[in-house]
C-alpha cells in the first residue's frame, strides 16, 4: 500500500510570489490534514479536509488555503509568500478523522527567499 | 487553551537501558493521544495510540505508552534503548468531539539520544 505522498520534496521561492503545494492520501483514506513545522513554532495545524469539506482551520492567515478533490487528493496554497512561511509543510491522511491514527507525508521543504 | 507539554527537549540514555519520554497534556474532554516519532529530514512515523480500555498501550518498535488520567499523562516508554531509537519524538493529543477530529495538537518534541 502506497503512503502518503507530497510533491515536490523542496521548494525555493521568491518573497511575494505565490506555491502550491500536492498531497495524495492512502488509498481509502478520505481525511487529510495539514502542518507547519518550523524550529521556533514546532508542529502547527493548519486545516483538515474530509470529503472535500474543510472541516477545521488553524489559526493562520488567509494567505493560506487548500482544498481537496472528489478522489481526496489535496492541494494547499500560500500567496504573499513571506520569509517567515519558510518551513516544513507536512501532510497526513487517516481513515477515520477521529480514532485513526495520522500517516504522514515525508513534507514538503519550502524556503522562502 | 489546549497544549500539550514534553517538558525535556533531550533524553539521553545508554543503550540496553530502559527510556522514558515524558508528555503531559491539557485538553477537555476525553482526548485521544498519540506518539510519533521523526527521523532527520522525514515525515513523522506512527508508534502508538491510546483511544479507550486499558491505559498500557504497547506500539511499535517495542515501545509502549502509559495513561495516566489523573495526571494527564501519557509517557512513552522502552524496557531496552537501542541505538537506532536515536530521533526526535512527538506526542499529539486529538480532542475529542465532533469539531475538532482529524485535528492533533502536537508537543514540541524530545530529542532521543542513545549512546552505545
Known amino acids: 500500500k502506497a503512503g502518503v505522498t507530497q510533491t515536490p520534496r523542496y521548494l525555493i521561492k521568491t518573497r511575494g510570489q505565490q506555491v502550491t503545494l500536492s498531497c495524495s492520501p492512502i488509498?481509502?483514506?478520505?481525511?487529510v490534514s495539514w502542518y507547519q513545522q518550523t524550529p521556533g513554532q514546532g508542529l502547527q495545524f493548519l486545516f483538515e479536509?474530509?470529503?472535500?469539506?474543510?472541516?477545521n482551520k488553524g489559526n493562520f492567515p488567509g494567505r493560506f488555503s487548500g482544498r481537496q478533490f472528489s478522489n481526496s487528493r489535496s492541494e494547499m496554497n500560500v500567496s504573499t509568500l513571506e520569509l517567515g512561511d519558510s518551513a516544513l509543510y507536512l501532510c497526513?491522511?487517516?481513515?477515520?478523522?477521529?480514532?485513526?491514527?495520522?500517516?504522514f507525508g515525508q513534507g514538503t521543504r519550502l524556503t522562502v527567499v | 487553551a489546549q497544549s500539550v507539554a514534553q517538558p525535556e527537549d533531550q533524553v539521553n540514555v545508554a543503550e540496553g537501558n530502559p527510556l522514558t519520554v515524558k508528555c503531559t497534556y491539557s485538553?477537555?474532554?476525553?482526548?485521544?493521544l498519540f506518539w510519533y516519532v521523526q527521523y532527520p529530514n522525514r515525515g513523522l512515523q506512527f508508534l502508538l495510540k491510546?483511544?479507550?480500555?486499558?491505559?498500557l498501550v504497547k506500539g511499535s518498535y517495542g515501545f509502549e505508552a502509559e495513561f495516566n488520567k489523573s495526571q494527564t499523562s501519557f509517557h512513552l516508554k522502552k524496557p531496552s534503548a537501542l541505538v537506532s531509537d536515536s530521533a526526535l519524538y512527538f506526542c499529539?493529543?486529538?480532542?475529542?468531539?465532533?469539531?475538532?477530529?482529524?485535528?492533533?495538537?502536537f508537543g514540541q518534541g524530545t530529542t532521543l539520544q542513545v549512546k552505545p
Open positions: 479536509y474530509f470529503s472535500e469539506t474543510q472541516r
Open positions: 497526513a491522511s487517516s481513515f477515520h478523522p477521529g480514532t485513526s491514527e495520522a500517516f
Open positions: 491510546y483511544i479507550t480500555g486499558d491505559n
Open positions: 485538553v477537555s474532554g476525553n482526548p485521544y
Open positions: 488509498s481509502g483514506h478520505r481525511s
Open positions: 499529539a493529543v486529538r480532542p475529542s468531539g465532533s469539531s475538532n477530529t482529524g485535528k492533533l495538537i
